[in-house]
């Protein structure tokens, strides 16, 4: 399942785009210096994503400025084989 696979289903479990739910996620005092087992516990425990998902989650928050498709200037490459990927929504995805 690719990274942006992973998100659609997120947000189809959660009904918040992984936009929104990164934002909660920074509300909650988690950022890209936080600890991905911290990141994926929240969503685990605050929105009831498996493990999987959540550290997918995790993952983009970690990485953001690399990964996030509106950003035009990426800071350096993804991580792995994550990609860049569309954090607003599958409805306004325009892939």
Known sequence: MSGQAYLTTIEQQTGKTP????????????TSESKAGEIGSYFTSEHGLGHGHAMTLAQVIRHLDDIDLANATPAGPPPGSIGRLWLDGAATNPA
């Open 19 to 30: 936009r929104e739910l990164i934002a909660l996620a920074n509300e909650a005092g988690l």
